[in-house]
């Protein structure tokens, strides 16, 4: 079975949300819908997602909000941030703050599949980089230790 | 077209009387009662000058005219010393020594000697009759030979011989008894040597009594001449005084001379009011000078002042004007900057249902694109492009409030109902951003207010810079209460937040062009103060007040029918 690209979307334009969910589903994403702020932080903390689509203007919690909240629920998390607002300066905050790209509504689809795949390449090299990394420090930690040891803890690493 | 122009040149005429006023009032008043003031005291000056020369001339008189006196009764005297005279006066004795007074001065005219009980005992003159008359009952002797006196000069008296005349009487204590030494003397003399004083000439001169009555004088004014009669001069040595005549006032001096209770009168005789400063003739050519020169001042000044005037005028004129574009060019920028920050926020309230359009537009065709392999019904198909529908209709909504906000510069009076016109604005334009920010409107309207005679655009202006600076104002979650009120033909309206209000400092400027709250290019400062001109346009009043902390409270006092 192939593993689908796990979708959140952030939106609290309803029919927005909807429609571009039934589009990425048909694309072979799997995605969850979230109206807000607090849905998708709730949504994060049950599931683990690849990359996460958030509107900047929603009530309650606004996009720069919740792409911090969401950052420190999952650093390995890609976010991609959907804005209506023309400007270039929020967006550049927000890529300050972590976010992988900013992408101004309306878009093309054709572009945002582009982003994700972006988005989750980067996912996966920066997974890997640390996990090459932990791994190095598990051999440099299991200097001296026997084998066995050092095999048990690399299976420790993988089930996480 | 003719209005404006018409409303223009009457603004100019008001500009140009009140600069008219105002320097008539500031120069030309004050400058003519400084020349009335002068006039005046010249005049005074000119005034005192003739009466110091007019009591001068008198003073001058009456000592010169008491030297003449004296004079006369030291002839008078130098006869007594004869004894011969005394005990028997014979007659050829007595017109040696009458030849003798008249050889000393033409004014004496008899001489005679009496006894103490007023008997001639002889005489010598003119009037041969006065041999027989017995003077005892005369007021004159009666002084002489009681009163403690060894000499008197009578008053001028017709006496016996039916003449103006006055006498000279001496006493003396002889041997024999009292014996008096009487000469009479001629006024007219008096008047001649008074001809031939110094000054004379520039006076009517009289001598009165202590009555006021006129013994001798120089010459015939009218009223003035001999025993004629003018008021009595006053008890002082000397002084000045008027009296009325035929010919209005008439200034006159006096003096008293020490001889006798006479004194002289002076009146002026060279005529007008100053004579004797400069000459009649020349002080009213001074005056008549001065009163040309007040004239043509007058034209001149009143000239410059209505060139200074119609220049003071032009000036205000252009400056209002300037004034004006000045203002015009600030709505004008204004309403572009509004523009420009409108469009930002408009970009992202027309982005999002354009995303829909695009997202469902996509859908739709994914779902009849065959490689999907999906099978929609036409009421699935329906719901998608229902939804495309509607956020058309809400691009729309948009720009229609956007142009209406941006629409028409003159003022366009309609009736239209107020809340309504809130709820556009509050729903329409600032809607969708007020809901994403969390910020709740409270609305307290009044329900006795409905329909209102405004310009809906201008209204909607004030409305929307309003609502949009308490929304900025407010943090999120925060509340926004607008509040409407009718108080008779007027109406309030309050825009108050729950943001964190304002100092005093702010209070100050918060109407003033380009002042604003917000950070370097967030906003443009010139909302508020926009709104602010065009309330009062509308023929309103817009107030703030804040504490710190509390909130800050817009109202807006307008006429039902601006």
Known sequence: MTEKIRLLIVDDEKEFLEALGERLEMREFEVHEATGGIDALAACSRENFDIALVDLKMPGMDGQELLIRLKEEDRFLEIIILTGHGSLGSAVECTKLGAFSYLPKPYDLEELLKVLQAAYTERLKKKFADQELRIQEIMDLAQGSSPLTILRRMKKLDQE | ?562
């Open chain 2, 1 to 562: 077209m003719n209005r404006p122009n018409d409303s223009r040149q009457s603004l100019y005429r008001v500009l140009l009387r009140h600069a008219l006023v105002r320097l008539i009032f500031l120069y030309f008043i004050p400058l003519l009662l400084l020349t009335l003031f002068f006039h005046l005291q010249y005049r005074l000056i000119v005034r005192d000058t003739r009466d110091r020369h007019l009591m001068s001339l008198a003073e001058h008189q009456a000592s010169m005219l008491d030297m003449f006196l004296g004079d006369r009764l030291l002839n008078l005297t130098n006869l007594a010393d004869d004894p011969g005279l005394w005990r028997d006066p014979d007659v050829s004795d007595l017109e040696i020594r009458h030849e003798q007074l008249c050889r000393a001065s033409e004014a004496f005219v008899d001489l005679s000697v009496l006894d103490g009980m007023g008997r001639v005992l002889g005489y010598s003159g003119p009037h041969s009759y006065l041999e027989k008359e017995v003077y005892a009952g005369q007021e004159w002797f009666i002084r002489l030979k009681t009163g403690g006196v060894s000499h008197i000069i009578t008053d001028v008296y017709l006496g016996f011989r039916g003449q103006p005349h006055f006498t000279m009487a001496l006493k003396l204590e002889a041997g024999g008894g009292t014996r008096i030494l009487r000469a009479v003397l001629n006024p007219d003399k008096i008047r001649a040597h008074m001809a031939s004083l110094e000054g004379a000439g520039e006076v009517h001169a009289a001598i009165v009594d202590r009555f006021g009555k006129v013994q001798v004088s120089s010459s015939s004014v009218p009223g003035f001449s001999t025993m004629g009669k003018i008021p009595a001069p006053g008890s002082e040595r000397t002084g000045v005084g008027t009296f009325s005549g035929e010919s209005g006032d008439t200034v006159y001096s006096w003096a008293w001379l020490s001889s006798v209770p006479w004194a002289l009168v002076a009146v002026d005789a060279t005529g007008g009011q100053g004579g004797l400063v400069g000459g009649g003739r020349q002080f009213s050519d001074i005056i008549t000078n001065i009163w040309l020169f007040a004239a043509l001042f007058c034209l001149l000044g009143g000239w410059v002042i209505i060139l200074q005037a119609r220049w003071v005028a032009r000036e205000q004129y252009a400056a209002l004007n300037k004034e004006r574009e000045f203002s015009r060019q600030l709505m004008q920028a204004s309403k572009l900057a509004s523009v420009g920050e409108l469009a930002a926020g408009v970009a992202h309230e027309i982005n999002n249902p354009l995303a829909v359009v695009s997202e469902k537009a996509g859908l739709v065709k994914d779902l009849l694109d065959p490689a999907f392999g999906r099978t929609p019904t036409p009421s699935q198909l329906r719901e998608h492009l229902d939804a495309i529908e509607k956020a058309v209709f809400r691009c729309t909504d948009i720009t229609r409030n956007l142009l209406g906000f941006v629409r028409q510069e003159e003022v366009r009076l309609v009736e239209r109902d107020l809340h309504v016109l809130i709820d556009d604005v509050a729903a329409g334009i600032l809607g969708p951003e007020l809901h994403v920010d969390d910020i709740r409107i409270e609305k307290e309207y009044d329900p006795k207010l409905g329909f209102i005679f405004t310009d809906p655009g201008q209204l909607r202006q004030v409305l929307f810079n309003l609502l949009k600076n308490a929304a900025e104002a407010v943090s999120t979650p925060g509340k926004i209460t607008i509040r409407t009120r009718l108080n008779d033909d007027r109406f309030t309206l309050d825009v108050i937040d729950t943001g964190p209000g304002l100092s005093a400092e702010e209070l100050e400027k918060v109407f003033m062009p380009f002042f604003t709250t917000k950070a370097p290019g967030k906003g443009t400062g010139l909302g508020l103060s926009v709104s602010y001109r065009i309330v009062k346009g509308l023929g309103g009043r817009m107030a703030v007040s804040s504490a710190s902390g509390n909130g800050t409270t817009f109202t807006v006092d307008l006429p039902i029918r601006s």
